[in-house]
């Protein structure tokens, strides 16, 4: 099996390769500003869109993994926003197809599943690429195997997770001693393994699996959980939720609180029962990560 990984030099993608033990990664998508030295083939493109040229991209190419696309970025338009997560994802799955590509694994958001009416335009724009490769797969026969991960945790990771650990590492204490609040995340580690379980097993296709660890964990847990990993220090004061939530409203911060001390628990039993597959790491043991990155 030969693989085509786009995304590649991200922090997922990154991730994936190491975990590509079998070699089956044989070309990988990048930026021709890209600096890193990847062991696969590079194929260079300057953007994912609507009017990406992927000529040659696709020979001897069986599965792609699509990992590339627009989040934890504000400052791109929507329209940039549905351009690359949305429309280029839709080219890239078409061409790919055309070429006989038998397989495509998408990696969407598992903000799909909250409230639809409160989506953000990352949110909106993957799921409208999931609706468009659903048809595709209809029209095509294209294996398309959708997956929707959690918040995703490890060493480097962007957005608000890194936040995190950037907070702990520079901050001895937090005010989340009183916060029971049910979140599922997934680390880095445990997703690669699972996007590269998605991409030979034959009982995949037309799935889509929510992605976590498997376990809910609170805000608590998972700064206490950083804290260790980092090998730092850590109090955690009795400030009740109403009271984070009342200072979140008065600074305008009140979709942020609500992240940190708000529920989100998702399903993700489906890739256990299809695939068979487990999380091979705990939290503890991704967490390790983090020291050996802040050395």
């Known amino acids: 099996m030969n693989i085509l990984l786009s995304g590649a030099t991200g922090f997922i993608g990154q991730q994936v390769l190491l975990q590509d033990k079998m070699n089956y990664i044989r070309r990988c998508v990048v930026r021709s500003s890209s600096k890193n030295d990847l062991i696969c083939e590079k194929f260079v493109v300057e953007g994912i869109n609507k009017n ?31 351009e690359a997560n949305t429309f280029g994802t839709l080219k890239l799955a078409r061409d790919a197809v055309a070429n006989g590509v038998k397989r495509f694994i998408f990696v969407s958001t598992a903000s799909i599943n909250e409230n639809k009416e409160f989506f953000s335009t990352q949110t909106q724009s993957k799921y409208d690429a999931e609706i468009g490769l659903k048809k595709i797969a209809d029209e095509t026969g294209l294996e398309v195997v959708i997956v929707r991960p959690t918040l995703v945790y490890g060493s480097n990771a962007p957005g608000n997770f890194g936040s995190l ?54 805000i608590k847990d998972l700064t206490n959980s950083i804290a260790k990993g980092l090998n730092k220090r850590l109090i955690q004061l009795p400030v009740p939720v109403w009271c984070m939530r009342l200072v979140g409203a008065l600074f305008g911060k009140s979709a942020m609180v609500k992240q940190l001390v708000g529920n989100f628990e998702v399903d993700s039993s489906n890739a256990q029962e299809v695939l068979e597959w487990l999380p091979p790491y705990t939290m503890q043991q991704a967490m390790h990560s983090l020291l050996e990155n802040n050395k």
């Open 52 to 82: 990406t040229s992927w000529n040659n991209a696709f020979n001897g190419i069986d599965v792609v993994i699509h990992l590339a696309g627009i989040a934890h970025n504000k400052s791109n338009s929507v329209d940039a926003i549905f």
């Open 165 to 218: 650990v950037r907070l702990v590492n520079k901050v001895p204490i937090l005010p989340f001693g009183l916060v029971n609040n049910k979140r599922d995340f997934i680390s880095v580690q445990n997703l690669a393994d699972l996007l590269l379980f998605c991409a030979c097993h034959p009982k995949a296709v037309g799935h889509t699996f929510l992605a976590s660890d498997g376990k809910t964990v609170s």
